[in-house]
């Protein structure tokens, strides 16, 4: 809560509060510098947050709420001569894990079958799947991973998807960083954006998937677009141009069409329109102080 970090008298993250529900997907999101790196090093002590508090299973952030947190922050460092089963047979005695975790970590990231090559022959995606792989050794409840997508292939992607899904079905909490919408909106249950260190807007996707809009192009405008307010409610009509957009599920494109129809209207278009949240995303992003 209030968390902030500064860097020389600039606030990296400034009055951030981040509130994470068990068994979600959230994703962070911001623009390159955002101060994602810097919330996910506070919340793993790795970094002394300036001013607020983080609280992390009810408990302050030590040794004892730790274990239960497992994040993969910057890229893995691998010995990279050794095979990838004892990179982490390796990790897994380093943080007194049974052995046994090492077969099922590399089961979960599907990387078993080549797991007994050294790391230099492994793709950047085998290697980002290798370091999911070493998040998962400890049984987490909360995994918090900067980036994760990164170097994947689209394949890879989806692979990650499923398992962070998975992985959030058995009620752990995930919390990753990314600075695409549209990889966020595919993952996450809930999002965050952050810009300039402070949280612009949080939101459920679901929510934000709702935020479509029906256009409407009918002739006359005007006697269209009280007909239409009439019917779903003024409040959701908003004119753009020539077109009316209309806040509403595509369902009702049918009705609103045999509406306008029957009562003398000429429609040239009617159609449903998905919100554009890259853009929004963009828009709630950009840098205004800039030239
Ligand atoms: N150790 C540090 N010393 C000084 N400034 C820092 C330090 N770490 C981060 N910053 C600054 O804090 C701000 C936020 O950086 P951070 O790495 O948290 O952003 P980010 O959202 O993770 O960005 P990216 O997507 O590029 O990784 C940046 O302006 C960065 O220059």
Redesign the pocket.
């Known amino acids: 809560m209030g968390l902030t970090r500064r ?2 008298g600039a606030a ?1 993250v400034d009055q951030l509060d981040l509130r994470l529900v068990r068994g979600e997907v959230y994703g962070f999101l ?1 623009p ?8 996910m090093r506070m919340l793993m002590g790795l970094v002394r947050p300036t001013a607020g508090s983080i609280r992390l299973f009810g408990r302050p952030v030590g040794p004892a709420s730790l274990s239960r947190v497992s994040a993969l922050i910057e890229a893995p460092a691998f010995r990279r001569h050794l095979s990838g089963r004892r990179n982490l047979q390796a990790l897994a005695h380093h943080a007194r894990v049974p052995r046994e975790r090492v077969g099922k970590a590399l089961d979960a990231v599907r990387l078993a079958d080549r797991a007994d090559e050294p790391v230099t022959a492994f793709s950047m995606g085998m290697t980002q799947r290798l370091g999911l792989a070493a998040v998962l050794l400890k049984d987490p409840r909360l995994l918090i991973l900067d ?1 994760p997508a990164n170097g994947l292939d689209p394949a890879g992607i989806v692979e990650m998807r499923r398992l962070l899904r998975r992985l959030a079905d058995e009620g752990r909490t995930v919390l990753l ?1 990314s ?1 695409l919408m549209g990889e966020v909106e595919q993952i996450c249950d809930r999002v965050g954006i952050i810009r300039r ?1 402070e949280m612009v807007m949080e939101s459920t996707v679901a929510q934000l998937r709702s935020g479509g809009a029906l256009h409407v192009l009918a002739e006359p405008q005007e006697s269209a677009r009280r007909l239409l307010a009439g019917r779903v409610g003024s409040a959701a009509v908003r004119q753009d141009g020539e077109r009316l957009l209309i806040a509403t599920g595509p369902y009702r494109a049918a009705e609103l069409n045999e509406l306008l129809i029957e009562s003398g209207h000429a429609v040239a278009e009617l159609s449903w329109c998905e919100p554009d949240l890259e853009q929004m995303f963009l828009r709630l992003t950009e840098d205004h102080d800039d030239p």
């Open positions: 860097y020389r990296a911001g390159n510098g955002a101060g994602k790196t810097t919330t980036e960083s600075h260190g």
